[in-house]
């Protein structure tokens, strides 16, 4: 059992999101793995998860982030990587 635990210090002005706990927090009260952030007020950091929605509709739409070949290789039955 450790006797120290490392804290990450926030600087102030920075908010999180919580979402083990679902609410804004000043400077990184939980763990970095229970959090988005930093943002710079707390309406952006209350916004998170809907920011986090709109940016995965971005990259999921995204021509630029889609592999044609590979998605053809797909409908063809083939393995992507490997000689025909």
């Known amino acids: ?15 999180y999101y919580c979402l083990e706990h679902k609410k804004v927090e ?3 009260d ?4 229970n959090r ?4 710079t007020s ?6 998170a998860l809907e920011t986090a929605r709109e ?4 990259w999921e739409t995204d021509p ?3 592999d044609r070949a590979a998605e053809d290789d797909a409908a063809d039955g083939d ?6």
């Open 1 to 15: 059992m450790a006797l120290f635990k490392k804290r990450t210090v926030g600087k102030p002005g920075e908010w």
């Open 26 to 28: 000043e400077g990184p």
């Open 30 to 33: 939980c763990p970095g793995k």
């Open 36 to 39: 988005f952030g930093p943002y």
């Open 42 to 47: 707390p309406q952006e950091a209350q916004r």
């Open 55 to 58: 940016r995965n509709l971005e």
């Open 64 to 66: 630029r982030w889609h």
């Open 79 to 84: 393995t992507p990587g490997t000689p025909a």
